[in-house]
């Protein structure tokens, strides 16, 4: 058998040009070496400036959200405890007066099926 010739064309590769293969699909990297120190620095200063005002403006926020939610907390827990212990005063005076019959009443305190 004949061996066949590979063309360098074929191959994907330019012809020593950098036209073809991998190194021709990289993007060129830009030069950072022209900016200047002080736009830098500006843009870091800016951040911090920013960074600065969430965290004066956000965190009071935060806090008063957390005192608001502690106080509404404790004042239904008072408000449970309230309930609580008007339906314990509500059975208890149940339990000691006698129950009055409705005229649709058996005397134990049921309804009849079939009126």
Not at 5 to 18: H, L
Not at 44 to 58: E, G, I, N, R, S
């Amino acid at each position: 058998m004949a061996a066949t010739k590979v063309k360098k064309s074929d191959t994907g590769q330019g012809a020593g040009d950098g036209s073809g293969g991998f190194r021709s699909r990289l993007l060129d990297r830009p030069n950072v070496d022209n900016q200047s120190q002080s736009s830098g620095s500006f843009g870091y200063l800016l951040v911090l400036v920013l960074f600065a005002l969430v965290f004066v403006l956000v965190l009071p926020l935060v806090g008063m959200m957390y005192v608001d939610t502690m106080v509404v907390r404790r004042e239904a827990r008072q408000q449970m405890e309230k309930v609580e212990k008007l339906r314990k005063q509500i059975e208890e005076e149940r339990k000691n007066v006698n129950p009055v019959l409705l005229p649709h009443q058996f005397p134990d305190g049921r309804t009849p099926k079939n009126p």
